[in-house]
């Protein structure tokens, strides 16, 4: 199962994918769906509607104690992803003062599933994992009567009610019985499709996402409705400016993401007051969701970033050594490269002491070192500054000492750059990602936009305090050596930070800044690093 690392924090596959060789081994019926690859690797495929139901009812049965059972003709639900949205309507819940899950939530939390499937899997999962009660809503005559079967069978009848209501109804009519009765939220995974072409996928995915990696099982009266999931979901917003605040949220999930922008558009048209909406990421398949309320005092959960900027955000901050620049730092005989690796790391342990960057060694390969670094004090805004008035001063004094014609073209962008950082993006990390020594050394006279500007000195005072036992920062940096594969044996080095976790990533861009211009002054001074 190809998981995501943007799944919701609380969902419990985020971090540990479901152990097929384990299930395997606990259920039989499980068992015969899986296979071993030539690699050792154990696999299930998920083009299999059978695979992917046994994994389902697997699933449920080992991780939730739930025993379901699903007619092979209808919808099979993946776990991953309905976690990620149980989990959305917990945080929407939060948004209102409510907590949902855990220990100390509220006691009474009422929602409404509208369509609730033959699994009658939101119910299940809620009432289960959280004590929910749901209102149940079917139109299908075979999923109404599985769905009422799979209460049953997990004795859930006291937490869910699952009702038949007539086609095209949405929550007027499921509603219209006990005015009086309040509910925190509804949910709905709606039919995406309005047409069977849709369905196969012809305009549902864009040209350069890779095919979905699971079949797509559900019957007609699953994934079609007349207008598709827009309008399905238009009729739903209808319904909520008669019901209003009787529903605390209004949530939907749908099937494409073009579909967010015109219920937004037709939301703001009718007035709504508060609207929020999230994408749910399981391997290759994605979701988008949207939630309404009319009730004013929440705080709306920012939007989750794009993707293309999460990916930014994981990619380590690197600063590359060429090797013309590896032999300036250690000597033109200098180490191998496993010893090159070795010295910068020494170097680096040194100036992090210096800034009373705690450091471990969490592992070692021959050409590669990785520290484990926690700052709890963010030194090396104001290290850096020190050093530039260092740095002005001796420039003065070798300018009143007539000796500036004697530094090099290098040592002089290094003296007057050593305090300049690289070009940023708003991320903070440069266009590539990449900070390259090597570029100062070949005379690459780039403009460098010093951090000290104003959008960063706004974050350096905040951030130059010591904040109880919280750090400043964590991260991970790993120092390789590269190969250069030429006669001479030269290597390149790499000094990877990756973001672990703390107040800002700023942070670790500007000590990432310091831990170049640091080797950098160290390559224009004679002495190698000690
Ligand atoms: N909630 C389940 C099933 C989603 S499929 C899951 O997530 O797996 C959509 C379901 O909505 C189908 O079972 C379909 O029969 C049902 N449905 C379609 N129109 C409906 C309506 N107007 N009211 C209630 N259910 C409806």
């Not at 749901?134 to 699952?162: K, M, W």
């Not at 700023?506 to 000590?511: E, R, T």
Request: glycine share 6%; charged share 25%.
């Amino acid at each position: 199962m190809a998981l995501d690392r943007a799944m919701h924090p609380r969902n419990r596959y985020r971090d540990k994918p479901p152990d097929f060789s384990f299930l395997a081994s606990k259920y039989p019926d499980f068992s015969q769906y899986i296979h071993v690859d030539l690699a050792g690797n154990v696999k299930l495929n998920f083009k299999d509607p059978e695979a992917v139901r046994a994994l389902t009812c697997t699933l449920l049965k080992e991780d939730f104690g739930l025993t379901v059972e699903i007619p092979l003709q209808r919808l099979i639900p993946t776990i991953p992803l309905r976690l990620n949205y149980i989990h959305w309507v917990e945080d929407l819940m939060e948004t209102m003062g409510i907590k949902a899950q855990g220990p100390g939530s509220h006691a009474f939390i009422r929602g409404i599933d509208i369509g609730t499937g033959t699994s009658c899997i939101y119910p299940l999962l809620g009432a289960t994992m959280n004590g929910w009660h749901f209102l149940a809503t079917e139109v299908d005559d075979v999923c109404y009567s599985h769905a009422c079967c799979n209460v049953e069978r997990n004795r859930l009848q006291d937490l869910i009610q699952v009702v038949k209501v007539p086609e095209k109804t949405l929550l007027l009519e499921a509603l219209k019985e006990n005015p009086s009765v309040m509910y925190d939220f509804c949910m709905c995974n709606p039919p995406f499709f309005a047409t069977a072409e849709e369905a196969k996928g012809a305009k549902s995915r864009s040209a350069h996402r890779p095919p979905p990696s699971s079949v797509n099982t559900g019957g007609n009266t699953e994934i079609l409705a007349e207008g598709g999931e827009l309008e399905f979901v238009r009729r739903i917003i209808q319904d909520s400016l008669h019901l209003m605040k009787r529903l605390r949220w209004y949530t939907c999930m749908l099937g494409k993401k073009c579909s967010l922008a015109p219920l937004k558009e037709e939301l703001r048209r009718c007035g709504v007051p508060r609207v929020t909406s999230t994408v749910f990421c399981q391997g290759r398949t994605s979701r988008w969701a949207l939630a309404w309320t009319f009730y004013t005092d929440v705080s709306i959960p920012s939007p989750p970033p794009k993707r293309r900027k999460m990916e930014k955000l994981k990619r380590p901050f690197t600063i590359s050594l060429p090797s013309t620049v590896v032999e300036q730092l250690l000597g033109q005989n200098g180490p191998s490269v496993k010893d090159s690796v070795q010295e910068v790391c020494r170097f680096l342990e040194k100036v992090l002491a210096e800034l009373k960057v705690q450091f471990i060694r969490v592992s070692s390969a021959p050409a590669e070192v990785s520290l484990f670094i926690t700052a709890h004090e963010n030194t090396w805004v104001h290290a850096r500054r020190k050093r530039r008035k260092e740095q002005q001063a001796s420039l003065t004094e070798m300018a009143c000492d007539g000796d500036s014609r004697s530094m090099s073209s290098m040592e002089f962008q290094a003296a007057s750059h050593s305090d300049s950082e690289h070009t940023q993006s708003p991320e903070g990390h440069n266009s590539a990602g990449v900070c390259s020594v090597g570029k100062v050394e070949s005379g690459d006279n780039e403009v460098e936009r010093d951090l000290d500007l104003p959008g960063m000195r706004m974050s350096g005072s905040s951030k130059h305090s010591v904040h109880g036992d919280k750090p400043v920062l964590k991260s991970l940096v790993n120092v390789k050596g590269v190969d250069d594969g030429d006669q001479e044996g030269n290597a390149s080095l790499f000094v990877e930070l990756h973001w672990v976790e703390g107040q800002n990533r700023d942070s670790l861009n500007q000590l990432a800044s310091v831990l170049r211009n640091r080797l950098l002054s160290s390559c224009v001074s004679p002495a190698a690093p000690n």
